[in-house]
Nanobody
Framework: QVQLVESGGGLVQPGNSLTLSCVVS????????MGWVRQAPGEGLEWVAS???????TYTDSVKGRFIISRDNAKNTLYLQMNSLKPEDTATYYC??????RGQGTQVTVSS
């Protein structure tokens, strides 16, 4: 049974940092690309970042230079380090797999 379980969200002030985690099970993380997507209140899903088995990473323009996607294949865990957070980063963040979909999400709120 495939599971994607996100954690690490919370309420942070603008300019601060937060690291999200996604523990996966039921498949081998090292063999598959993975990504993070987010959904702000009243908005559609937005792709944020992807991590490929080659080690390459890609980011949407609005988070380039601030967010870092990484993975620990031995721990079957995908991460999203978010720095210099802005109010517009407020959203529910999901880790996502092209075949298995996304997890239940973790809420990130950036507010003073």
């Amino acid at each position: 049974q495939v599971q994607l379980v996100e954690s690490g969200g919370g309420l942070v002030q603008p300019g601060n940092s937060l690291t999200l985690s996604c523990v996966v099970s039921g498949f081998t993380l090292s063999r598959d690309p993975m990504g993070w997507v987010r959904q702000a209140p009243g908005e559609g899903l937005e792709w944020v970042a992807s991590s490929y088995t080659s080690g390459d990473t890609t980011y949407t323009d609005s988070v380039k230079g601030r967010f870092i996607i990484s993975r620990d294949n031995a721990k079957n865990t995908l991460y999203l380090q978010m720095n210099s957070l802005k109010p517009e980063d407020t959203a529910t963040y999901y880790c996502a797999h092209v075949l298995y979909g996304r997890g239940q999400g973790t809420q990130v709120t950036v507010s003073s």
